[in-house]
């Protein structure tokens, strides 16, 4: 997140933790008084953008973590009531372990797409193969070309 902070202008940056705070485009225009479409237009700059989904996404328990801590506790909870009643319903049991494990390949299959969208080309081999037979190539700019060069007119 620190790089995002670093490359948001200082307004950009004050627009987006408005925007966090608000929540809405008008409550950030009364809050700085700025015209509307200044608050719209910062906003919609992709480092902007970045930071308003990084900072929302470490909140509370839109935090993967803390999903995952809540959902610990829920499973533990589930496995001692039935430790300490006996009675239990396996249904129960088996929803919270398949929501984790789903949770945690839709995590998985996330942070894949994403390398994938972030892995560049790293080489690229371009192969032009000359024929003999075509030295300037065919249509109109091979036969300009001839003419240019064997000069005629």
Known sequence: MSKEVTTISPEGLE??????????????????????NRVVEALNKREVKKYID??????????????ATALDEMIQSK????????????????????MAHKMRMDEIKAQTDAEKATTS??????????????P????NYGKLMDKLLNGES
Not at 54 to 67: H, W
Request: charge should be negative; proline fraction near 1%; include cysteine.
């Open 79 to 98: 496995l001692e009531e039935a430790q300490e009643t006996g009675m239990y319903s396996n249904k129960d049991l088996a929803d919270l372990l398949q």
């Open 121 to 134: 080309i790293r080489t690229q081999n371009n192969v032009q193969i000359n024929d003999g037979s075509l």
């Open 15 to 36: 627009i987006a933790n408005s925007y966090l705070q608000f929540g809405n485009i008008r409550g950030v225009c009364q809050h700085l008084q700025v015209p509307e």
């Open 54 to 67: 990084t900072v929302y996404l470490d909140m509370g328990f839109r935090n993967k973590n803390n999903i």
């Open 136 to 139: 300037f190539g065919q249509g």
